[in-house]
């Protein structure tokens, strides 16, 4: 069945990073099998992103900016062994796109990086960012920082990228393991997601326009 091929083609073995799990017991664990819930419910997906009555927008974008974060990490570890320095010397979504890699450490000018060094680098900086209490908050009653949603629209932006380098350079390969309906619905799901909290600026979809 198609739940077993997907169990094969994700396996833990290929996780890019190690998943970052909620808590149980915690308010953001409740709103993550909430959120999980109405997915697996076969709701339409413009449903599914909507924020729940009476919960916080910070909570909800925290929950749905962790998940995705696992599972286009795992997207792209399982495509990896496809995405080499010899077949991907450039980040890149096809001849118009390049995307640099800059940070506030290593990297403080736009850099030029092959794919597989620019994903090693965006996975080990979000999972920095979302590993670290004072941005993305755990506790009850530590309020988020007032520049959390600048921080998230970051993550996403950059997020985004893979499915770019993915689907442009790679989607052959998805086909080929089966996994496309997989990779389709989350990243539906993660379109309908930003749009629904305008957390991308809409001229970086454009190389995914035509999706």
């Given at each position: 069945t198609m739940a077993l091929c997907l169990k094969q083609v994700f396996n833990k073995d290929k996780t890019f990073r190690p998943?970052?799990?909620?808590?149980?017991g915690t308010q953001r664990f409740e709103l993550y099998k909430k959120a999980q819930a109405s997915l697996k419910s076969g709701l339409d997906l413009k449903a599914v992103v909507q924020l729940p009555p009476g919960e916080s927008i910070n909570d909800w974008i925290a929950v749905h900016v962790v998940d995705f974060f696992n599972r286009i990490n795992l997207i792209y570890g399982t495509?990896?062994?496809?995405?080499?320095?010899r077949s991907c010397p450039i980040m890149s979504g096809g001849l118009r796109y390049e995307y640099r890699w800059q940070d506030d450490c290593k990297y403080k000018k736009p850099t030029k990086l092959s794919a597989p060094q620019y994903m090693c680098m965006l996975m080990d900086w979000i999972e920095m960012l979302i590993n670290n209490e004072d941005i993305f908050p755990t506790r009850i009653g530590v309020p988020f920082p007032k520049q959390f949603q600048q921080v998230c629209t970051k993550i996403l932006t950059r997020l985004f990228r893979?499915?770019?380098?993915?689907?442009?350079?790679?989607f052959d390969s998805i086909i080929n393991m089966g996994a496309e309906a997989h990779v389709n619905t989350c990243y539906k799901h993660f379109y309908?997601?930003?749009?629904?909290?305008?957390l991308i600026d809409h001229r970086e979809l454009e190389p995914l326009v035509r999706m």
């Open positions: 998943r970052k799990k909620f808590e149980p495509m990896s062994e496809f995405c080499t320095e893979v499915f770019v380098h993915v689907y442009i350079h790679h309908y997601f930003i749009r629904e909290f305008s």
